[in-house]
């Protein structure tokens, strides 16, 4: 006869423990270890399935369905795959449940039926807010169940194309003693509900929390569990929503997907440089923009310094939507090599409209940024720069370079500063050749000291 026995598990993480313990010793979270009930298994048992030859299995090519939002088919690769299961995942409030609306009467109004579970709002929060999205379809099924064998019924009965699930961990499964969210019930009833998108060959999209650090909420396997991890993020304040792939077992986790958050709903944003810029006013010193790359998709983003005297011995670097610390090093960069008296300077470093830059590809954007605040001149407006900026204050080529003064040229920019060794550019844009920080600063226009 099987045999329970007691296993203490993370519900940040997942680690597993013979005992409780106080502090995770995978994630340092306190107090995080809840009991399980685990049973043995009672002996050995033979495979149902057996094992054949690589080369006897024949490929079954999935045919992938458009969900009709562009920007989210950009990331899934051109749609979602019947009988896969993906999970979004993002902070409170972001945007998550009006995503997953908005996916689900699109394909209703494709024609698919859909079940929408709730299992966090009731019937007529979902429907208030489908109808300010204009999310009301008959194609649309929504309920508000919350445990997972009903929700088989249910796809049974209904037989959608589409099931999605509001969130993972507010469903539960009776047969299990521990309380809905816990990190048993969320394992086992997405490992059910995968099931289910195999077996039924159904799509389902299961929402997702994430913890403060923005991991996904629950336990690791999770992820594994599903064939697609999605990332939603994006700054409150700003109306810019970011959707990234971390995980794609039917295509590339290097597209970025960009919404806008309206008063109707999240709208894709096709031209997402043009919406950095709309606002930019050219004769400021202190702003330049910068090429950036986010996987395969080609950003321009509008990089501004300011510089103002701190307290003596107390100069501060504060950096908004760019890295602290390749500021830092810029900073030490212009100070050394090229003889920019930053030492007594407060310098704040901001990344226009939401979007983190972090490659090294803006490290001659932020430095030309830096001095054209110090020297209180503007950088020529039709001007873009890209490079990485080394130790000795020479200038490095960045990745996809070729892409990056692409974007520029279709934008109108004219000119564009790079490294010695940069590529030809396209037609329609000349590039500005700096083997040094120095020599970019002085092509931008800017004096030197």
Same mark, same amino acid.
């Given at each position: 006869?099987?045999?329970?026995?007691s296993?203490?598990r993370?519900?940040?993480? /997942?680690a597993?423990?013979?005992?409780?313990?106080?502090?995770?010793?995978g994630?340092?979270?306190?107090?995080?270890?809840?009991?399980?009930?685990v049973?043995a298994?009672?002996?050995p048992?033979?495979?149902?399935? %057996?094992a054949?030859?690589?080369?006897?299995?024949?490929?079954?090519?999935?045919?992938?369905?458009?969900t /009709?939002?562009?920007?989210l088919?950009?990331?899934?690769?051109?749609? @979602?795959?019947?009988g896969?299961?993906?999970?979004?995942? %993002?902070?409170?409030?972001?945007?998550k449940?009006?995503?997953?609306?908005?996916?689900?009467?699109? &394909?209703?109004?494709?024609?698919?039926?859909?079940?929408y579970?709730?299992?966090?709002?009731?019937?007529?929060?979902?429907?208030?807010r489908?109808?300010?999205?204009?999310?009301?379809?008959?194609?649309?099924?929504?309920?508000?169940?919350?445990e997972?064998?009903?929700?088989?019924?249910?796809?049974?009965?209904?037989?959608?194309?589409?099931?999605?699930?509001?969130?993972?961990?507010t469903?539960?499964?009776?047969?299990?003693?521990?309380?809905a969210?816990?990190?048993?019930?969320?394992?086992?009833?997405?490992?059910a509900?995968?099931?289910?998108?195999?077996?039924?060959?159904?799509?389902?999209?299961?929402? /997702?929390?994430?913890?403060?650090?923005g991991?996904?909420?629950?336990?690791?396997?999770?992820?594994?569990?599903?064939?697609?991890?999605?990332?939603?993020?994006? *700054?409150?304040?700003?109306?810019?929503?970011?959707?990234?792939?971390?995980?794609?077992?039917? /295509?590339?986790?290097?597209?970025?997907?960009?919404?806008? &958050?309206?008063?109707?709903?999240l709208?894709?944003?096709?031209?997402?440089?043009?919406?950095?810029?709309?606002d930019?006013?050219?004769?400021?010193?202190?702003?330049?923009?910068?090429?950036?790359?986010?996987?395969?998709?080609?950003?321009?983003?509008?990089v501004?310094?300011l510089?103002?005297?701190?307290?003596?011995?107390?100069?501060?670097? @504060?950096?908004h %939507?760019?890295?602290?610390?390749?500021?830092? &090093?810029?900073?030490?960069?212009l100070?050394?090599?090229?003889?920019? *008296?930053?030492?007594?300077?407060?310098?704040?470093?901001?990344?226009?409209?939401? @979007?983190?830059?972090?490659?090294?590809?803006?490290?001659?954007?932020?430095?030309?940024?830096?001095?054209?605040?110090?020297?209180?001149?503007?950088?020529?407006?039709?001007?873009?720069?890209?490079?990485?900026?080394g130790?000795?204050?020479?200038?490095?080529?960045?990745?996809?370079?070729?892409r990056?003064?692409?974007?520029?040229?279709?934008?109108?920019?004219?000119?564009?500063?790079?490294?010695?060794?940069?590529?030809?550019?396209?037609?329609?844009?000349?590039?500005?050749r700096?083997?040094?920080?120095?020599?970019?600063?002085?092509?931008a226009?800017?004096p @030197?000291?």
């Amino acid at each position: 006869m099987p045999r329970a026995r007691s296993l203490f598990r993370c519900e940040s993480c /997942g680690a597993s423990s013979p005992t409780w313990v106080g502090r995770c010793p995978g994630c340092q979270e306190w107090n995080s270890f809840v009991e399980e009930r685990v049973t043995a298994a009672a002996g050995p048992a033979r495979s149902a399935v %057996g094992a054949q030859p690589i080369a006897r299995v024949g490929v079954d090519r999935a045919a992938v369905v458009a969900t /009709g939002i562009g920007e989210l088919d950009r990331v899934l690769g051109g749609g @979602l795959v019947p009988g896969s299961a993906t999970l979004l995942g %993002g902070e409170p409030g972001i945007g998550k449940s009006t995503l997953a609306l908005q996916l689900a009467a699109e &394909m209703a109004r494709r024609g698919t039926r859909v079940l929408y579970a709730s299992a966090e709002e009731s019937t007529s929060q979902v429907r208030a807010r489908a109808e300010r999205l204009g999310a009301v379809h008959d194609d649309l099924w929504l309920t508000t169940e919350a445990e997972v064998p009903a929700l088989v019924g249910l796809v049974d009965e209904l037989a959608p194309t589409l099931v999605v699930v509001d969130s993972i961990q507010t469903v539960h499964d009776p047969a299990l003693a521990s309380a809905a969210g816990s990190v048993g019930q969320v394992r086992e009833c997405a490992a059910a509900l995968v099931r289910l998108a195999k077996e039924r060959d159904v799509s389902i999209v299961l929402v /997702g929390h994430v913890t403060k650090d923005g991991a996904l909420a629950g336990p690791r396997v999770l992820e594994h569990l599903v064939d697609t991890v999605l990332g939603f993020e994006g *700054d409150r304040h700003h109306a810019l929503r970011l959707l990234r792939a971390s995980k794609h077992r039917f /295509g590339s986790t290097e597209d970025l997907g960009v919404f806008e &958050m309206t008063g109707r709903g999240l709208v894709p944003v096709t031209d997402p440089s043009a919406l950095f810029l709309d606002d930019r006013r050219a004769d400021v010193p202190g702003s330049v923009v910068a090429p950036v790359l986010d996987g395969y998709r080609p950003l321009l983003v509008e990089v501004q310094a300011l510089t103002t005297v701190g307290l003596p011995g107390q100069a501060r670097r @504060l950096a908004h %939507g760019v890295d602290a610390g390749r500021l830092s &090093m810029v900073l030490a960069v212009l100070g050394e090599r090229v003889r920019f *008296d930053v030492s007594g300077k407060d310098v704040h470093a901001l990344a226009v409209g939401g @979007l983190r830059v972090v490659e090294p590809a803006a490290d001659l954007a932020i430095a030309l940024a830096v001095a054209s605040s110090l020297c209180d001149q503007a950088i020529p407006a039709d001007v873009v720069a890209i490079g990485e900026v080394g130790l000795g204050g020479e200038l490095r080529q960045a990745h996809q370079t070729s892409r990056r003064v692409a974007e520029a040229a279709r934008l109108g920019f004219a000119r564009a500063i790079v490294p010695r060794s940069a590529p030809e550019p396209p037609p329609g844009i000349a590039v500005l050749r700096s083997a040094t920080l120095g020599e970019a600063i002085a092509l931008a226009s800017l004096p @030197l000291p």
